[in-house]
């Protein structure tokens, strides 16, 4: 168990609303990353930190923001959420406290629906 | 655009058989490669990782990477009906950098 819970795990909200999801651990790894899951697309790559306030663009990263003001913590926002944007959302982390394996692990899930 | 690509399946087998699951991926600089079991309504579980060109073994599992061929592949020994699932196939440059996905191969074992 790597520790990583998000929330909420299932969301239904309409279309122009702002959404926020949350990502937590609680073993201090330094890497977080925030995918989809969509039929047909397989898992992609929305936005990834590399350390507090580090953070990077990935394959679909339009229409969503993050932030990540503490370790434990990696926060993905939907400034207007779009019905395009209704999937599965996966957290995972990665590295040890002190660098090294990349293996990465994934959270639970969050069910989004924008109706 | 780095690329992995997958069959999709379903790839079906008796218990007890051998299931050969394989994927390929673009980027020849591509450094780890990781096998994921995803079973329906649930998130993705590491079962594998591998590093250097050859086989790695665990338990019934058995990772096999060729890098010249961009070829890695995941056999699972004494099939189980539990072991039907989805599995990713992922790749990644170097470090922690972030893992491509391919989009799965769902694997069906038939008791």
């Known amino acids: 168990d790597a520790g990583i819970t998000q929330s909420p795990r299932h969301k239904v909200t309409e279309t122009g609303t702002p959404v926020t999801l949350r990502c937590h651990q609680t073993e201090n790894h330094r890497y977080m990353y925030w995918y989809r899951q969509d039929p047909g697309h397989g898992l992609r790559l929305i936005h990834y930190?590399?350390?507090?306030?580090?953070?990077d663009k990935g394959e679909v990263s339009d229409g969503y923001s993050v932030s990540r003001s503490k370790t434990e913590d990696f926060l993905l926002t939907l400034e207007s959420a779009t019905s395009s944007q209704t999937s599965v959302y996966f957290c995972?982390?990665?590295?040890?406290?002190?660098?090294?394996?990349?293996?990465?692990?994934f959270g639970p899930g969050t069910r989004l629906t924008v109706l | 655009q780095k690329e992995v690509e997958q069959n999709s399946g379903p790839l079906s087998v008796p218990e007890g058989a051998i299931a050969s699951l394989n994927c390929t991926y673009s980027d020849r600089g591509s450094q780890s490669f990781f096998w994921y079991r995803q079973y329906s309504g649930k998130s993705p579980e590491l079962i594998m990782f591998?590093?250097?060109?050859g086989d790695k073994e665990d338990g019934r599992f058995t990772a096999q990477l060729n890098k010249a061929s961009q070829y890695v592949s995941l056999l699972i020994r004494d099939s189980q009906p539990s072991d039907s699932a989805t599995y990713l196939c992922a790749v990644s440059s170097s470090g922690n950098t972030p893992l491509v996905f391919g989009k799965g191969t769902r694997l069906s074992v038939i008791a």
């Open positions: 995972a982390i990665s590295g040890p406290t002190g660098g090294g394996d990349n293996e990465q692990f």
């Open positions: 591998i590093y250097s060109n």
């Open positions: 930190s590399y350390g507090v306030k580090d953070t």
